[in-house]
Structure formats: C-alpha cells, structure tokens
C-alpha cells in the first residue's frame, strides 16, 4: 500500500468534519479543533422521525447521532434521554462510515460490539441493535439513525427497508435546516451590500452634483454675457456643456434613487386612482406637449405608495416618450385582483423587440434606436426592484396591434 493510499481514510475524515462543521451540527470541529457547542433545538420533524423509527423497527429506543472526531452527539432520542458520549465508547461509530445499514439480533454476539460498554453493561445491555449513515448528496457520513432494545430482535427485509427510507428523510430535513441558514446568511449579506450601496452612492451623489450644479450656473452665466455673441461658436459650446452636465446630473439622481428605492416597504391600503393623480401632475408638462391621454381603470391597492407612484412615474412617462411619431400617446392603467395584485401599463406606441424585453430590465441598459429620448437606463431596473421588494415581478410583451405592455406583480394584499 502506497503512503498517498494509506493517508485516504484519514484525508475522507478531515473532508467528513469540515462538511459537518458546515451543517453547524452540536459540537462539530474547526480545524481539527474542538470548538464550542452549537446551540441546537431538535426540530420536531426529527423527532417525529426517530418515533417513527422505533415502531418500524418494533424496538424499544432510537437515536440520530452526530459523530464528530471525538464524540457522539444523540440530537434526537426516543425511550432514552439524549446524551453526548466519547467516539470511542459508541457503537455507530464503528459502522456508520460503512456506506450501508447494519443490523444483528444480538450485539453481545458480534466481535465489532461483544466488549462495547452500551453492550456489556458498562453503560447499558443493549442487544438488537441496528444503525443506518446518514449521508449527504456528496457522500459524506454526519452520523446515523439508530434504533436498539435490550431484546434479542431479527428485522425483516421490510423493517431494514423502511429505516434505510427513514435515514434519507433525516439527512433531507437536516439538509433543508442547512440550505435555510445559507438562504438567510445570503440575504444578511445582499441586506448589508445594500445599506452600502445606498451610503456609497449618497457619497458619491452629493461630491458628483456639487460640481455639475457649479458647471450649469457658470454656463448659464456665460450664456447671459454680453461679450459672448448669441449666434458664435462660443455660445454653442456653452449650450453643448450646458445639455451634458444635465444629463450627467439627471442620471446621478436617478442612480441615487435607484440604490434607496426596493428595499423595504410598507404596505398600506391605497386606490390607485389616487396614486395615478398624483403620477399624472408630475408628468403634465410631458403629457400636454404631445397631447396624450392617460386612463385607468380604478382598484384598491395594498402597497408601498411611495415606492409605487414611482414605478407608475417611470412607466407611465416612458409610454408617452416611446409613442408612435405623429399620433398622440395613448395610455392604459389597468388593475387586475387575484391571487396577487396586478397592474398592466399599455401603450400603442414603438413596441420592444422581443430580444429586448429582458435585457432593459437590467440597470444601464439603453436600446440605441433612432428617434429615442435619451435616458438614463435606470427607470426600467428601479421598476423591476420595486416589484422584487413587494414580493412580485415585472415582464414586457407586445400590446396586440403594436405597442408594449408591461405587467407588474405586486405581490399579495394581505
């Protein structure tokens, strides 16, 4: 035997104790180092496991062990009072890397359990004794299902069957309470990049709009100068400086609104006529210069109304830029109550491309198409974040006879 195939046991067992310190089981290791006991609180689905164990098996006792480098954690027992005993005094311990189940009608008759002391009465006289690994999708052992009784039983291919099934349900639930802690980790950590996210972009906000504010009044000034002749060169670069640091200061506003805007909410019962009211005075200048005519179809709402008159705002103006060159905007608000809460904003004007109707969703994404408004590429993305924050979602699809319409979930009303 080679040195390399010698050290793989010993390479399987480091792998086998970091997967279980990942599992934040009691007592897992760090290291190779003890570390300090998990606090852990048996789920009942575990419980109810073992119980169900028991009389599958028709013993008297049963236990789910976690097996660390040097001990036996039982986190759910069943006819016994759970306990923590040395890896050398357990009985799983000798089987449970064995990848299969092991059952005997009499321990006290098997070399591997004759001298163990939960056999031969040091700590108890146990007999029927059978013990199935607990094994994650990568082939590690945390442990094992154990059930046992001081009689002398023989399980039935049915009863071996049935632990063997049991097992896999024990190793799910255990994987669910892993994939819970990693889901909320991830959301702490998307929670905190956030909250940097909103103070990184204020900080920038404010030490970008200074100076682009300083730009627009000296050029404004500049333009109004007697020395600077209204039809010369000069006073065509100062109205090209003047229409760019605009823009630039628009889109550093709007990025600043998108980084505070869909987190969270508070949802409150609203109508969406009052919403809209409010959506249509902010977008009179752009509705009356190209005549269009906005119309809803009334519904109470249970949303952030902050947060939603912003989305209207944003998709309701977009409807009116992107209209049909030469015929007046037309716009629908349409609220649908199900399930969830759906709203659908309408227009007849130049549609999306299909390949397109995903990618604007994102942030700074812009369609380069002849005749366009310039824009940011931020409404769209603030839209589909305010969705996200009302447990909902946003989709584009074509108007039938030409246009866009795009549906927003905001997700339950109560």
């Known amino acids: 035997m080679s040195l390399l195939q010698a050290d793989e046991p010993h390479l399987r067992e480091v792998a086998r104790r970091a997967v279980l310190q990942d599992y934040r089981l009691p007592y897992g290791e760090a290291g190779g180092a003890p570390v300090q006991e998990v606090d852990y609180e048996t789920p009942p689905e575990l419980l109810n496991l073992v119980k169900l164990a028991v009389r599958v098996s028709a013993m008297d006792m049963g236990v789910i062990n976690i097996i660390t480098a040097d001990q036996q954690h039982q986190i759910a027992a069943v006819g016994v009072e759970a306990s923590v005993c040395s890896r050398d005094d357990s009985m799983c311990s000798k089987v449970f890397t064995s990848g299969s189940i092991t059952?005997?009608?009499?321990?006290?008759?098997?070399?591997?359990?004759a001298d163990n002391p939960f056999v031969n009465g040091g700590i108890a006289e146990v007999r029927s004794y059978a013990s199935v690994p607990l094994l994650t999708g990568s082939g590690y052992a945390l442990g094992s299902l154990c059930v046992f009784s001081p009689r002398v039983?023989?399980?039935g291919p049915e009863q071996r069957e049935g632990l063997e099934i049991l097992a896999r349900q024990v190793v799910e639930v255990l994987e669910l309470q892993y994939k819970t802690r990693q889901l909320l980790e991830a959301l702490e950590?998307?929670?905190r990049s956030n909250e940097d996210l909103a103070g990184f972009a204020a900080r920038v906000s404010h030490d970008l709009k200074n100076p682009l504010t300083a730009i627009l009044g000296y050029t404004e000034l500049s333009e109004q100068d007697t020395d600077v002749p209204a039809a010369g060169?000069?006073?065509r670069y100062f109205s090209i400086i003047r229409g760019s640091a605009s823009r630039m200061l628009t889109?550093?506003?709007e990025v600043l609104e998108f980084s505070r805007i869909g987190g969270a909410i508070t949802r409150r019962p609203v109508r969406l006529a009052t919403m809209m009211n409010a959506v249509l005075q902010d977008v009179l200048p752009l509705s009356s210069a190209s005549d269009a005519l906005v119309t809803v179809q009334d519904a109470h709402l249970f949303v952030d109304r902050a947060q939603v008159i912003a989305l209207l705002q944003n998709l309701v103006s977009n409807a009116i830029k992107?209209?049909?060159p030469g015929s007046p905007p037309r716009v629908e608000v349409v609220a649908s109550l199900g399930e969830t809460q759906v709203l659908r904003i309408i227009d007849h004007g130049k549609g999306i491309d299909r390949e397109d109707r995903t990618r604007v969703l994102e942030p700074l994404v812009r369609l380069q198409r002849d005749g366009d408004p310039a824009g940011s590429g931020i409404g769209l993305a603030t839209c589909a974040r305010i969705a996200r924050a009302h447990e909902g979602s946003i989709s584009i699809t074509a108007t039938p006879g030409g246009g866009t319409t795009v549906t927003v979930d905001l997700g339950p009303a109560a």
Do not use: M
């Open 251 to 253: 889109t550093v506003e």
């Open 322 to 324: 992107y209209s049909t």
């Open 153 to 155: 039983l023989a399980l």
């Open 233 to 235: 060169p000069a006073a």
């Open 189 to 191: 950590v998307v929670r």
């Open 103 to 113: 059952a005997v009608p009499d321990a006290s008759l098997d070399a591997r359990f």
